[in-house]
């Protein structure tokens, strides 16, 4: 791993693109204890202020012709409501303020993660990992509670031939419980590997100080190679919190209607 | 040049494992152009499915971050 002070040596990266992603404390430099304020819960903090701001300052007026805000707060929420209507069912709509809660918590942390020197809470497996655990242990529980035992013929594929059931029975077993680490790792990997190739890219754009002869050619490459991707990012954030929320749909549906 | 053939190993490693997010843009790809040849013979089917479009994306997608989770962890972990 490159330290600071070798990558500038070496005529390198001056800082490293896994640099934005390390826990600090907002106030001094101590250690990081379970209950020190650190960037990640000052963010996470402005992420649920912001929420705030818009589905309950935003609807406060209740007017019958909504304002900007109110419309945004209400295409959000019939938005999420279709989709767990659509992918879960009626009786999924139990859950809707559950999945709305996901949805808006994930968009908003990685929508604020794209400001310059923002703090991204969901590039860390830590953060999506509790969120997506907290959905497969709920996935499991409402199932069971639901079916008893009936849940299990989930893994059982009665429209398969029955030799086969047997080895499809384990191979449901396995992606079911590979389910929260996927479900996790594609939002945390989504979210850091964008910012780190943006980091990587904004170490070449001071090209231009450092040697005029290859920067000149490097350094508009690199700003519009930042430019674009942040534009990508941008789609990337917002997809993501419709995929992990989509997903979360289907498990649940899984776990309402666990037959095939 | 110094280190040891650990890290040398881990950085060849992290390296080959970058070649796996080809077979997930390979995948990603796949599901999206197969979506558009069928969304163009039926356009009016294709708006109830874009759902099963970004779930179908999201599957092939983890695979190949779990291919760049590797190579990370060959260069922060090992």
Redesign the interface.
Known sequence: MATEAQGAAEGGLVFHPMDQFMVKPLFGDGAVGIFTLTNVTFWMALTVLAIFGLLVLGTSGRATIPTRTQSIAELAYDFIRKMVEDVAGKDGLVFFPYIMTLFLFILFANILGLLPMAFTTTSHIAVTAVLAMLVFLTVTIVGFVKNGAGFLGLFWVSSAPLPLRPILALIEVISYFVRPVSHSIRLAGNMMAGHAVIKVFAAFAPMIVISTGIGLVVTPLSILAISTIYALEVLVACIQAYVFTILTCVYLKDALHPHH | MEGDIVQMGAYIGAGLACTGMGGAALGVGHVAGNFLAGALRNPSAAGGQT?TL??G???A??LG??S??VA?LL??AV
């Open positions: 759902a970004f779930i994306i999201a599957f997608e983890a971050i779990f760049f989770l990370l260069m922060f």
